[in-house]
């Protein structure tokens, strides 16, 4: 062999290495799972049907850009759902009640990040397990939402609406030969988990969170706050919960108490699917958003070849045991080196 080909085939294993196998498996099998849609069916080909798959992204996609964080500790948030659905009835309540449509979405944000920060301290500070503490919390704010409401729905404004503006930022209104609008939610997306990946790559608070789930005692004995930092971890989760329901509201609008079941375990499985070690220390921002996809995808994409939505259940299931049986195996190869 040649050395020019010999360094070659280094630099493209250098480059797997680099992506992450596991990582690289997402982004084929998410072309793969496109381009098999796209031959089977050709409506699904349209431009309509790609706004679909970006609508169903985008509260999925915040939390769980969110749920990461607290994943990499080594824990989990199964309130995350609960809390963006909570969050989303009690800013509209806010908004009935004469609050401007602006501060609303704020609040929505902010009790998002509140609930997250309860999360966080019962798990750092009271030492609860993860699994408790926000199981307890998915309870607590699923009977909270209709307590405010009254069991009642709440509809934000329409885009005809004066107050209507909002929704422009997860979609424009009709524009060049899209009559459904241009996705602008995918930039917002997009932006979001580039700023948060940088979080997790070079500051601070991303090299402590993974610290956290690598090993949190040797973290510990090394000086780091672990409470300070696992609670940020779950306040980061908190707060995407509620930038989940401000695009949630700005796509469907009509909020039900009782909705938001299984958003938790959407999420948490575009996780997974995209590389992050259930186990802590492992994980990124970018695989997770290529999890999120995967996922959407299947949903629009089943329909369109004579299946319904729910054996998206029953796929993803399967995607989720051999992601977690692809982690599994890797700490073990790790471990015997």
């Known amino acids: 062999m040649k050395p020019t080909e010999k360094n070659e085939i280094n630099s493209f294993k250098s480059l797997i290495k680099h992506i992450g196998t596991q990582k690289l498996i997402a982004v084929l099998a998410l072309i793969v799972i496109y381009i098999f849609f796209a031959i089977f069916s050709q409506p699904f080909r349209s ?15 915040f939390l769980a850009i969110g749920v990461t964080f607290v994943i990499i500790t080594g824990g989990i948030d199964l309130s ?13 309540v806010l908004y009935e009640l004469g609050l401007p449509l602006p501060l609303a979405l704020i609040a929505i944000v902010l009790i998002g990040a509140a609930f997250g920060l309860i999360n966080g301290l019962m798990v750092s500070v009271l030492k609860l397990p993860a699994f408790i503490a926000t ?8 009977g909270l939402g209709s307590i405010i409401t009254g069991t009642k729905s709440i509809t934000f404004p329409l885009r005809t609406n004066e107050d209507g503006w909002y929704k422009s930022l997860f979609r424009t209104g009709p524009v060049g030969g899209l009559e459904t609008g241009f996705p602008s939610g995918f930039l917002l997306l997009i932006g979001a988990a580039v700023i948060m990946a940088v ?19 040797a973290t510990r004995l090394s000086g780091v706050n672990i409470m300070k930092w696992e609670t940020i971890a779950y306040v980061i989760s908190g707060t995407f919960a509620g930038i989940a329901a401000v695009s949630y ?19 948490i499985a575009g996780v ?8 802590g220390g ?10 999120v996809f995967i996922m959407s995808v299947l949903k629009v994409g089943l329909p369109f070849i ?6 998206q259940l029953f796929i993803t299931g399967i995607v989720l045991i051999i992601a977690v049986y692809a982690d599994v195996r890797n700490r073990i190869k790790k471990k015997t080196r």
């Open 306 to 311: 004579g299946l319904q939505p729910h054996y």
């Open 282 to 291: 492992v994980g990124s921002v970018a695989g997770t958003l290529i999890g």
């Open 47 to 61: 431009s309509n049907t790609l706004i679909s798959i970006f609508d169903s992204s985008y509260y999925i996609g």
């Open 199 to 217: 979080i997790l790559t070079k500051t601070k608070t991303g090299r402590y969170i993974l610290a956290l789930g690598s090993n949190k005692e």
């Open 80 to 92: 995350i759902g609960t809390v963006m659905v909570c969050s989303a009835l009690m800013g509209g």
């Open 249 to 267: 509201v700005a796509i469907y609008s009509t909020v039900q108490p009782g909705t938001g079941n299984g958003f938790e375990l959407d999420a």
């Open 135 to 142: 199981l307890g919390t998915m309870m607590v704010t699923r």
């Open 272 to 279: 997974v699917i995209g590389g992050t070690s259930l186990a």
